[in-house]
């Protein structure tokens, strides 16, 4: 029987149909000017998307193939760098660094709280012959649903005049939290198509920098697909060194256009304001978010602590039947959260019919929360805003 599905975990996201209506096309043939010409419209709307005017680099891959591209082609074995360990994806950033033969430095957050750019600065304060090469940075911790300020972290490194390179992984932040990578003089900045893009996964997008790419010319760490190098002269005639995921491309246009249409603004915007509405919906539920410091938590995702005694499995069961489909704890938060995510192409009805779902799943699972005022409390955020 067919069902309208929810999918409220934290990306891939629904694909709006005006996305998959583009991508249902034929192949065409990618050493052709057709390819070409659309591969040139991708790159510039997303030079607008990052807020950059260095180069755009696409390869099929997903966001974790870019963390070790931005790694790769940027450093050496023996290279120090300072990693964050602030949930899976920073602590996998820093874990590819390691693999690679770099020496890795760590500041570590609890779950749920944000490595602050105070407590990153104070280690950048303390190399003093500035031997850290490098700070990865994960932009949206998506296991934990914090934020962490790269505006911040670019000051301290400003006060301190320190050279590192600064690696970004935006895959969860992209055209939904916040981001301008030439303003922040991000060196790399990585990001995957199924997030706020609101694509299928499969595309990775690589935008790099003047100093990336003078640090590229003497990095040893071995690399051929995820070369930059490579792709860029590819790309410069119009072609990609490897078969690209055409059908991704023709939904990557419609993507840019749809976030062109709407405001690349007014979409942080929607963001901002949905995340507020669930997180509202939630806490009038009596669940307790994980993110306790408000300034951090994040517009793409919220983790809530399981109530006691209620099993992720039960919900996600519960929500399933009802067409929601909700994400769970990561790793070490396997057995403690779940997660809503609540990026991409959502306006209030979705939000409403996400939390109504959730109200409806949790009474199903016996949990003893509040049923009914997640609606109301996030109606009274919207109503606020005048977005009613
Ligand atoms: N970094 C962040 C912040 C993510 O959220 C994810 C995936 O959710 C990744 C990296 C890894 O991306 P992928 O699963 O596309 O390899």
Redesign the pocket.
């Known amino acids: 029987m067919y069902q309208r599905l929810y999918l409220q975990i934290?990306?891939p996201t629904n694909i709006p149909e005006p996305i998959l209506n583009a991508m249902h096309r034929p192949a065409i043939d990618h050493r052709g000017k057709e390819f070409t010409a659309l591969l040139g419209r991708c790159v510039e709307g997303l030079k607008e998307i990052f807020r950059t005017s260095g180069d755009i680099l696409l390869f099929p891959g997903?966001?974790?193939?870019g963390?070790e591209a931005a790694l790769a082609n940027t450093l050496s074995p023996g290279d120090r760098v300072l990693a964050l360990d602030a949930g899976v994806?920073s602590r996998?950033f820093g874990e590819i660094a390691g693999n690679f033969g770099a020496e890795v430095i760590t500041v570590r957050a609890e779950a749920g709280d944000a490595v602050s750019p105070e407590a990153i600065e104070a280690v950048l304060a303390a190399d003093k012959n500035f031997d850290i090469r490098a700070v990865l940075l994960?932009h949206?911790?998506?296991a934990t649903g914090v934020t962490m300020d790269l505006s911040g972290v670019r000051a301290a490194m400003d006060r301190l005049g320190h050279p590192a390179l600064m690696l970004v992984?935006a895959?969860?932040s992209l055209a939904i939290t916040p981001l301008d990578m030439d303003e922040i003089r991000a060196d790399v900045v990585i990001s995957?198509s199924?997030?706020g893009l609101m694509l299928h996964?499969g595309l990775m997008i690589a935008a790099v920098g003047k100093r990336a790419w003078e640090a590229s010319a003497s990095a040893k760490m071995p690399r051929w697909f995820w070369d930059f190098s490579r792709v860029k002269q590819s790309m410069s005639a119009g072609q990609m060194p490897y078969t690209p995921p055409v059908a991704l491309f023709f939904g990557l246009e419609a993507s840019i256009g749809m976030l062109r249409e709407e405001g690349l603004q007014n979409v942080l915007d929607r963001h901002a304001q949905n995340a507020e509405a669930v997180r509202a919906g939630l806490e009038a539920l009596g669940l307790e978010l994980l993110v306790r410091e408000k300034a951090v938590r994040s517009n793409a995702v919220t983790a809530v602590r399981l109530p006691e005694g209620l099993r992720f499995s039960d919900l996600h069961a519960a929500a399933g039947a009802k067409g929601l489909v909700i994400g769970g704890g990561l790793q070490d938060l396997k057995d403690s959260i779940f997660r809503i995510g609540h990026l991409g192409m959502l306006r209030q009805p979705e939000v409403f019919a996400l939390l109504g779902l959730l109200e409806a799943a949790l009474a199903d699972s016996g949990c003893n929360a509040k049923i009914g005022a997640a609606m109301s409390a996030a109606a009274s955020i919207y109503r606020q805003s005048g977005r009613s």
Do not use: I, M, Y
Not at 62 to 65: E, Q, Y
């Open positions: 934290p990306g997903s966001g974790t193939g963390l994806f996998r994960t949206n911790e998506t992984d895959v969860s995957a199924q997030k996964s």
